[in-house]
């Protein structure tokens, strides 16, 4: 599980990102997680302030994004064979232990 934290009034981040070489799915996580923040972009844009997705890619890994307050929190779980619900708890786990109250949950 990976994951990147932006916050676009003081330009703070915080990830968890390693190059991981010799892995088919890179490419698709970086263009998945580009694709949630440009999703998030344009809600923004449109005035949205709050939002979450989720994404199940083709290669059951999950793409979460969550935007609050200024702030966009990505997280890329790469574990197979999980439910929805149990990415929604890796991803609270995430919040809590690596941003430790920065994060306004959606």
Known sequence: TRYVYFNTMNLATKDSLRE????PSSDALVRALVRLHNHNVNLSKEGCLSSETFMRMS????V?????NFRQFYIAVERKKLSLQEVDDVAK???ENKLKGIFFHV
Not at 59 to 62: L, S
């Open 20 to 23: 991981r070489k010799g892995n």
């Open 59 to 62: 290669t059951d890994h999950w």
């Open 64 to 68: 979460i994004g969550r935007m609050s």
């Open 93 to 95: 786990r995430i919040c």
